[in-house]
């Protein structure tokens, strides 16, 4: 996480956030230029454009104004830079579709093959023998339309992009398609009456063809990308049943689940969706939450159990207290994750960045050299020294380059989502690739974290069940799982008398104290016993016994009038390792990573769970006996050497320890307190599973890899066709084919993490 809070150190915490789509972005130029005319803007503090979501993610002063003003000036900034501000939900929908069915977007496309198709034939009567040639007339009647009416969108995104002083992939190809077909009207125009001089009509109209459909499968293919925002959507149900309040309903009401309020009973039918989080009040059930947490079996539900948001209710019908709704629900928040993900640049992105700024201007520069070179060096005919230089402006739109990086994050992260793991930030992202270490809280995250009291050994002298119910009257108050286990053992004691405490004081990590029946009792760890000069006397063997059979141990003592300690009880409790920590264990040390356990437990019971897991105390792989506030000291000291280190916890106090990781991973848990964890991480696991600590490394390394593919690729693509185009190799229409194959080959390597699947 170092690196994610690095890269938002630079925003002050009274940033304000907003988020808009763009449309008319072609390339990685195309980002940088809308990037700098936002922060242009007084107040703006940091402007993220996504070329694959067509959006941009904007920080600015809370103080800087009217966020509805601010947002207008945004907007404005982005239309004058020459593109077209639209609301994000626009960027994310599906095109509509047009005449006989066909997708608006997609007529262009065919209109301009229609139009180019016959322009071909001369190409493929010369390989039959056969000549084909239109007249000069026709080819330009079918050329024009392609040029100046289909192909306007690159004559007005490359104005914008002149009155800016900056270039674009449109500006190469309106230069490029403009000289082809230019050089061809002149040769037409100057040739004798009855020639046939040799045009160049069907290189212009076949570039911009073959770069509309480029374009064109592009979009499809970001598409493609984004469902997993548009299937978690596509989650919330449109209509909730309202059950009447006997006050201003009298009767069962169907309203938008818009409107639905905190403390609303809806009833949730059978095959429908949950449509907020709430709580099960009446009847019983089992819900598929699979699109949330990626658990495929459906999970039974009682009176009392929470129900969330979106997840798909089996076959009984049951009425649902609303808790949460609307921002505050957990789909919502997932979504907002998912969202914020994909809208980030990664480190890795800076480079691309740095390359796009001056791409275009260097490319127009080897354009015409190359021009010079045929034309005046080699005297080469006009047409002939033109058609190279028309070549590396096709060749060289840096439309892979913009595409490498975004393309690669929205895949991985929408596949991670589906299987319930939730990535936070592009950085953490990169980060988690790079990871060497990885350290487990213990209770919560490697065990069950449901402690039962398994032992409570009375002193000589002492009546156990009193000295249970006093233990319980300490922790009655407390939500501490072990506070837990001791007030569900005392309330199963039939007949039993319950009593209260007074004045009840917790001390983090150590235990509370508090009055019962007048007398001032300590009960916490026998560390804290220890710090208190609580000796345990005669049941210091029975507590050495109980640790080394794995248990964890607290004590009960009794403060005098002087001050000493008088021990009353051992309570001793067992919690059982998750059944899938312990592959989750072999699974990451067959990668190669250093393992270490972090547990405020005392040593016997931390070793014990360890050697259960398949981890080894004597290789130093157990931290025992670490209160919460040192859990971050630990990480720290993992770190050191240049380790790469990954913290996994659950709860509040491993909140700390989760910021100082190099990558903080969260893990969902039914005792709460996970929220804090949520936002002090940079991956989110949904279901308490350890097995998805290595899923989630495993698919941000392979979403990197992609990453760094895609990039390979993109700059090698340029880096060879450019040599090729201005040595005359290459044909501005191959060239066309080229560049669009570049765009649609990255996006589609990237599309190739869709089939990611954890392992079992």
């Given at each position: 996480m170092e690196q994610a809070s690095t890269a938002t150190a630079a925003v002050e915490p009274a940033a304000s956030e907003t988020d808009f789509g763009v449309g008319g972005m072609t390339c990685a130029s195309c980002v940088g230029r809308v990037e700098r005319a936002l922060k242009k803007i007084p107040g703006v503090q940091q402007a993220s454009v996504n070329l694959a979501t067509e959006s941009v993610r904007v920080h600015w002063q809370a103080d800087a104004g009217d966020a509805v003003a601010m947002s207008a000036r945004l907007q404005r900034a982005v239309r004058d830079a020459g593109y077209e501000p639209r609301p994000l939900e626009a960027a994310e929908a599906e095109p509509a579709k047009g005449w006989l069915g066909v997708p608006r977007d997609a007529w262009p496309v065919l209109l301009a093959a229609l139009l180019s198709a016959p322009l071909t034939l001369?190409?493929?009567?010369?390989?039959?023998?056969?000549?084909?040639?239109?007249?000069?007339?026709?080819?330009?009647?079918?050329?024009?339309?392609?040029?100046?009416?289909?192909?306007?969108?690159?004559?007005?995104?490359?104005?914008?992009?002149?009155?800016?002083?900056?270039?674009?992939?449109?500006?190469?190809?309106?230069?490029?398609?403009?000289?082809?077909?230019?050089?061809s009207s002149w040769l037409w125009w100057h040739a004798k009456a009855g020639a046939m001089p040799h045009l160049y009509y069907e290189g212009s109209a076949l570039v911009i063809t073959l770069v509309l459909l480029g374009k064109w499968l592009e979009s499809r293919a970001k598409r493609q990308a984004t469902e997993a925002i548009r299937a978690l959507h596509a989650l919330r149900p449109e209509v909730a049943h309202l059950l009447p309040d006997g006050i201003k309903r009298e009767q069962l009401v169907d309203v938008p689940v818009a409107e639905l309020l905190p403390g609303d009973r809806v009833l949730v039918r059978p095959g429908e969706r949950v449509p907020a989080d709430g709580e099960l009040l009446q009847g019983s059930t089992q819900v598929d939450e699979s699109m949330l947490t990626g658990e495929p079996m459906p999970v039974p539900k009682q009176p009392g159990d929470r129900l969330t948001g979106g997840s798909l209710n089996g076959d009984g019908a049951v009425e649902l207290g609303v808790a949460a709704v609307g921002a505050q629900s957990v789909l919502n928040h997932i979504i907002a994750l998912v969202q914020d993900a994909q809208a980030a640049k990664p480190p890795i992105q800076r480079l691309v960045d740095q390359v796009a700024a001056?791409?275009?201007?260097?490319?127009?520069?080897?354009?015409?050299?190359?021009?010079?070179?045929?034309?005046?060096?080699?005297?080469?005919?006009?047409?002939?020294?033109?058609?190279?230089?028309?070549?590396?402006?096709?060749?060289?739109?840096?439309?892979?380059?913009?595409?490498?990086?975004?393309?690669?994050?929205?895949?991985?992260?929408?596949?991670?989502?589906?299987?319930?793991?939730?990535?936070?930030?592009?950085?953490?992202?990169?980060?988690?690739?790079?990871?060497?270490?990885?350290?487990?809280?213990?209770?919560?995250?490697?065990?069950?974290?449901?402690?039962?009291?398994?032992?409570?050994?009375?002193?000589?002298?002492?009546?156990?069940?009193?000295?249970?119910?006093?233990?319980?009257?300490?922790?009655?108050?407390?939500?501490?799982?072990?506070a837990r286990a001791v007030v569900v053992a005392a309330e199963a004691v039939p007949d039993a008398q319950a009593l209260t405490a007074q004045e009840v004081q917790a001390v983090p990590g150590r235990g509370s104290h508090g009055l019962v029946q007048d007398a001032h009792l300590h009960l916490g760890s026998l560390r804290w016993m220890e710090e208190l000069g609580a000796g345990l006397g005669e049941l210091s063997a029975r507590a050495e016994t109980l640790q080394n059979e794995g248990a964890t141990v607290s004590a009960l003592a009794l403060q005098l009038p002087d001050g000493r300690f008088a021990p009353l009880a051992l309570l001793a409790f067992a919690d059982l390792p998750k059944p899938g920590a312990q592959i989750a264990v072999a699974r990451l040390r067959a990668r190669g990573l250093r393992l270490s356990m972090i547990s405020g437990d005392n040593r016997g019971a931390a070793e014990a769970m360890a050697r259960r897991l398949g981890l080894n105390p004597d290789a130093g792989e157990v931290l025992a006996e670490v209160l919460p506030g040192d859990k971050a000291a630990r990480i720290a000291a993992l770190k050191q050497g240049g380790h790469q280190v990954a913290m996994v916890g659950d709860g509040v106090n491993d909140a700390p320890a989760l910021a100082a990781a190099d990558v903080g991973i969260a893990m969902a848990s039914a005792r709460g307190g996970s929220d804090v964890a949520m936002h002090a991480a940079g991956i989110t696991l949904m279901r308490g599973e350890p097995r998805l600590v290595a899923a989630a490394l495993d698919i941000s390394r392979r979403t990197v890899s992609k990453i760094r593919q895609n990039l390979f690729w993109a700059f090698a693509y340029n880096v060879a066709g450019i040599p090729l185009a201005a040595l005359g190799y290459l044909d501005p229409v191959f060239a066309g084919a080229a560049m669009a194959l570049s765009s649609v080959s990255v996006v589609g390597n990237a599309l190739l993490l869709k089939r990611w699947q954890p392992e079992a």
């Open positions: 001369p190409m493929f009567g010369s390989l039959l023998g056969q000549h084909w040639m239109l007249p000069a007339w026709l080819q330009f009647a079918l050329a024009t339309p392609v040029q100046f009416w289909l192909g306007a969108r690159f004559y007005r995104a490359a104005w914008h992009a002149l009155k800016a002083g900056s270039g674009n992939m449109e500006l190469l190809v309106a230069i490029g398609t403009s000289a082809g077909w230019g050089l001056v791409f275009v201007p260097v490319v127009l520069v080897i354009a015409l050299l190359t021009f010079c070179a045929w034309y005046f060096w080699q005297g080469a005919a006009l047409e002939d020294a033109l058609l190279p230089a028309v070549a590396v402006l096709v060749i060289a739109c840096p439309c892979a380059l913009g595409l490498a990086t975004p393309a690669a994050i929205m895949a991985g992260t929408g596949v991670a989502a589906q299987h319930g793991i939730l990535v936070q930030d592009a950085a953490a992202l990169e980060t988690a690739c790079r990871i060497d270490t990885v350290a487990f809280d213990k209770t919560g995250t490697l065990t069950l974290g449901e402690p039962t009291l398994s032992a409570l050994v009375a002193a000589p002298g002492v009546d156990e069940a009193g000295a249970l119910q006093a233990a319980a009257a300490l922790q009655r108050q407390s939500a501490h799982p072990l």
